[in-house]
């Protein structure tokens, strides 16, 4: 039974927890398996047990509430770039409990860079371990995949016509089948694999919270904002809260470890005095440690959605997707866990290496079998068929500022997307693979053209016109307080904020340079390598399996 308070228990926490999502979550069960030391687990957002964040195929629902996501935007950046959505979880779980539940781990070359940089601890030899632990999954090679840990992960079933027709117009186009993207080899043409347990989403807090015995030493404390920290000398040694209107402080007894997430981890620095000096001043906040680094490095996938009508509309998921079928969906889940309820939509995919030459992936498919229009405002489902293409290890950089000491007004950040002529060039090479892919005769006359008109554009300079007016995020903001040796990093290898003794930062935030993937199970992995530093336990060795 997790130990959900309305106030803490107790004055001063040994560790206190800022974010419950992939990282937090992890943290919170990890540190607490010390059963001498308490751990306060503060999330700003509400439960997570609400039936269409444990339902797969409800995904979209929860992604449209504010009461679970922070709907951030971004701001238009030099005129180029629109403003572009931005969901954040805010519920027990974080993003975790709302994003869209595909399992990838990232290409072997991600983490060696890392290790090049100087992070030396942070190579895939030494993160293998760590996504083993992390995962059960039994159908992989055992060298690569884990086996008994905390988050169950299965493959798609991918039966709708559609998916194999994909695949198979993928392999015409010259990609090979790939059994398993997070084992050997990351490149090619794959059925997809998801968090999902027992039909339910296999959240970090499901998985880590609610599905590991309970804790007595750990309190969770929901619906609570983190307005600020209090440092004497380089120590902090209290935190400020808010709950429902009112205020109040908890001591730090041993350390304090932010994981709120890219957006919002440098924003609460920032509040409490650690960022650009300047920037600070501006804001009347009194610098505590002039930190450039903070909210600098921002980085994401940048995406385009590819939409495709279906010639015959029972081909379509959105066929089943009526009112008696949603029905129908719903008693399949809620009684049997089984049906169309079990699945995230997303089902099949490809990584492929278009600049790269074979080395490493540089962009990404995920593909539903519909027209699904996700906005702020609602979802809009159609027949047809969905393709959305990404940059991976994309070089362009964004930032991030706070205009205000006010910590319910939210930050400002930019992406600054296909501002670098490598993500130009990889834009158009990746939409031009779209186009081919979805060009094959393997289709047999099943889709229509590209709906927005791509399909007409011929050179390069249209290609990247279009790309400018219709990017967006694929929801992987990462970087802001970036792991590293170099003038603007933020944390140690370890995650320890530098010019600090018990300032931790752990989440996706600390991702020097992003991976080839969704940041989930990425995430997961650094907060269950952090949590060893933390306790001070030998990490696990390195493992080196043969790379492909």
Same mark, same amino acid.
């Given at each position: ?10 004055r ?14 992890v943290?919170?069960?990890r ?9 306060l687990?503060v999330?700003a957002?509400?439960?997570d ?5 444990q339902m797969?195929?409800g995904l979209g ?7 679970y996501?922070w ?7 030099s ?15 974080g ?6 539940m595909?399992?990838?781990?990232g290409n072997?070359a991600?983490?060696d860079?890392?290790?090049?940089s ?10 293998l ?11 992989g ?6 086996i008994g ?21 993928a392999?015409?186009?010259g ?5 398993d993207?997070n ?11 998801r968090?999902?347990?027992?039909g339910t989403?296999?959240s ?21 904002r983190c307005?600020?920290i209090?440092?004497s ?5 209290r ?7 009112k ?8 350390e ?5 997430g890219?957006?919002?981890t440098?924003?609460?620095?920032m509040?409490?005095g650690?960022g ?17 680094g903070?909210g ?5 996938? /940048?995406?385009w959605? %590819?939409e $495709?009508?279906? @010639? !015959?509309?029972r081909?379509? *998921?959105a066929s089943k ?5 949603r ?5 399949e889940w809620?009684?049997r ?16 290496s278009?600049?790269?030459k ?13 027209r ?8 809009k489902i159609?027949p ?6 990404s ?6 950089r964004g ?6 000491a006010?910590?319910?007004?939210g /930050?400002?950040?930019? %992406?600054? $997307?296909l501002? @670098? !002529?490598?993500?130009?060039? *990889?834009?158009v ?9 979805f060009?094959?005769?393997?289709w047999q006359?099943?889709l ?6 791509v399909d ?5 300079s ?12 694929n929801?992987?903001p990462?970087?802001t307080?970036?792991?590293?040796v170099d ?13 600090f003794?018990?300032l931790?930062i ?12 969704n ?13 060893d530093?933390? *306790? ?8 080196y399996?043969?790379i492909?």
């Amino acid at each position: 039974m997790l130990n959900i308070v309305k106030r803490p228990s107790q004055r001063s926490y040994d560790y206190i927890i800022i974010g419950s999502g992939s990282a937090g979550s992890v943290l919170a069960a990890r540190l607490s398996e010390d059963s001498s030391k308490s751990v306060l687990l503060v999330e700003a957002g509400p439960s997570d047990r609400n039936t269409f964040i444990q339902m797969p195929a409800g995904l979209g629902i929860p992604l449209m509430k504010d009461r679970y996501n922070w709907k951030f935007f971004s701001e238009e950046a030099s005129g180029s770039e629109k403003e572009i959505y931005t969901p954040r979880g805010k519920v027990l779980g974080g993003s975790s409990s709302i994003n869209g539940m595909n399992w990838v781990r990232g290409n072997s070359a991600d983490y060696d860079d890392w290790a090049q940089s100087g992070l030396t601890n942070w190579s895939y030899a030494h993160c293998l371990p760590y996504f083993k632990r992390s995962e059960n999954y039994a159908q992989g090679d055992p060298a690569y995949r884990g086996i008994g840990g905390p988050t169950n992960i299965v493959k798609a079933e991918a039966t709708n016509p559609l998916f194999k027709l994909f695949l198979d117009a993928a392999c015409d186009y010259g990609l090979a089948l790939n059994p398993d993207h997070n084992g050997e080899t990351q490149i090619g043409a794959h059925t997809t694999q998801r968090n999902v347990s027992k039909g339910t989403r296999h959240s970090a807090s499901q998985a880590y919270l609610y599905d590991q015995p309970a804790k007595a030493q750990l309190d969770v404390l929901l619906e609570t904002r983190c307005t600020s920290i209090e440092f004497s000398g380089q120590d902090a040694v209290r935190v400020h809260l808010s709950r429902r209107g009112k205020v109040f402080t908890v001591e730090v007894g041993s350390e304090l470890i932010l994981s709120a997430g890219a957006i919002q981890t440098p924003q609460l620095l920032m509040l409490s005095g650690i960022g650009d000096g300047d920037a600070l001043k501006a804001c009347d906040i009194n610098i505590k440690q002039h930190m450039p680094g903070v909210g600098s490095n921002l980085q994401d996938h /940048p995406a385009w959605c %590819f939409e $495709y009508g279906a @010639t !015959d509309p029972r081909d379509s *998921l959105a066929s089943k997707l009526g009112y008696l079928g949603r029905l129908k969906i719903g008693v399949e889940w809620l009684f049997r866990k089984q049906g169309l309820g079990i699945s995230n939509h997303f089902e099949v995919g490809a990584f492929l290496s278009l600049l790269g030459k074979g080395m490493g992936a540089d962009a990404q498919m995920e593909c539903i079998a519909m027209r699904g229009d996700f906005t702020p405002e609602g979802i809009k489902i159609e027949p047809g068929y969905q393709c959305f293409t990404s940059l991976q290890r994309p070089t362009s950089r964004g930032k991030l500022c706070i205009t205000s000491a006010d910590p319910a007004v939210g /930050p400002k950040f930019e %992406f600054n $997307y296909l501002t @670098t !002529d490598h993500d130009k060039k *990889l834009a158009v090479a990746a939409i031009k693979a779209t186009q081919q892919i979805f060009q094959q005769s393997a289709w047999q006359g099943r889709l229509s053209s590209e709906l927005s008109g791509v399909d007409n554009l011929k050179s390069d300079s249209d290609i990247i016109k279009w790309a400018f007016a219709n990017v967006e995020s694929n929801y992987h903001p990462c970087g802001t307080c970036s792991m590293g040796v170099d003038d603007k990093a933020v944390t140690d290898a370890q995650g320890r904020a530098h010019g600090f003794n018990n300032l931790r930062i752990v989440d996706a935030s600390i991702i020097p340079s992003i991976p080839a993937g969704n940041l989930n199970a990425i995430t997961i992995m650094i907060a269950e390598k952090i949590a060893d530093s933390i *306790l001070g336990v030998s990490a696990i060795e390195p493992e080196y399996p043969s790379i492909n």
